[in-house]
Structure formats: structure tokens, C-alpha cells
């Protein structure tokens, strides 16, 4: 069974970053495919970005192409969110998920364990 712990949210000014922590125990996050999500009050879990097993490879939501970035650090078993140029709009619980797949997908329930997930508040 994963067991993921995220970590690293806060409150931060518009423009500002934030790094996301998501570390895993019980097996090695380098063989799952991984997916972070967003929820903010009130609506639907959105799907924020994904790394697919195979090939490494990121898909981004629109609303986070340029601004997001997934990586990895295979040794601490841990993958990481950086969120640059942050808008109220990114105001969310942010989670993380691991999917046993070679590759990712944008739908939530085709993800096997998540986090408690991390709350992202960007307010001046």
C-alpha cells in the first residue's frame, strides 16, 4: 500500500512560488506514474499536471503550462511541485496521487493512493 505525505503549502503573495513536497513510503515513487490535483471550495477536484512511468513524460492543464514543474528526487523518494507566478485563482488543496500505470491520466479515479493533501493560499 503507498502511503504519500504531502508537505510545503502556505500562504504566498500573487507572483510569488511555492515548492510542494510529496514523499512516499512503502514502495519507490519511480515506479508509478504520478498526478498532482487541486481543490478549491466548492468545486470539483481538478487535475493540475501529471509524469507518466514511461518516458518520463508531463502533461500539463492549461491553466498551469509554464507556471508548473514536476521533479523528482528518486533517493529521498519524493517528487516535488514547483509553482511559480502564483494567481488567487491557484487557491486549493493541493494533493498528490500515485497510479500503477506506465502512464498518467487527468482523471482522478483512475489514481490508486493519494495524500492528505497541502492547502496554497495566495492572497496580498
Known amino acids: 500500500q503507498v502511503q504519500l505525505a504531502e508537505s510545503g503549502g502556505g500562504l504566498v503573495q500573487p507572483g510569488g512560488s511555492l515548492r510542494l513536497s510529496c514523499t512516499a513510503s512503502g514502495v519507490s515513487l519511480a515506479d508509478y506514474s504520478i498526478g498532482w490535483f487541486r481543490q478549491a471550495p466548492g468545486k470539483e477536484r481538478e487535475w493540475v499536471l501529471c509524469?507518466?512511468?514511461?518516458?518520463?513524460?508531463?502533461y500539463y492543464a492549461d491553466s498551469t503550462k509554464g507556471r508548473f514543474t514536476i521533479s523528482k528526487d528518486n533517493a529521498k523518494n519524493t517528487v516535488y511541485l514547483q509553482m511559480n507566478g502564483l494567481r488567487p485563482e491557484d487557491i486549493a488543496v493541493y494533493y498528490c496521487?500515485?497510479?500503477?500505470?506506465?502512464?498518467?491520466?487527468?482523471?482522478?479515479?483512475?489514481?490508486?493512493?493519494w495524500g492528505q493533501g497541502t492547502q496554497v493560499t495566495v492572497s496580498s
Open positions: 509524469e507518466s512511468h514511461v518516458g518520463d513524460t508531463t
Open positions: 496521487a500515485t497510479r500503477r500505470s506506465r502512464f498518467c491520466s487527468r482523471n482522478p479515479i483512475d489514481y490508486d493512493s
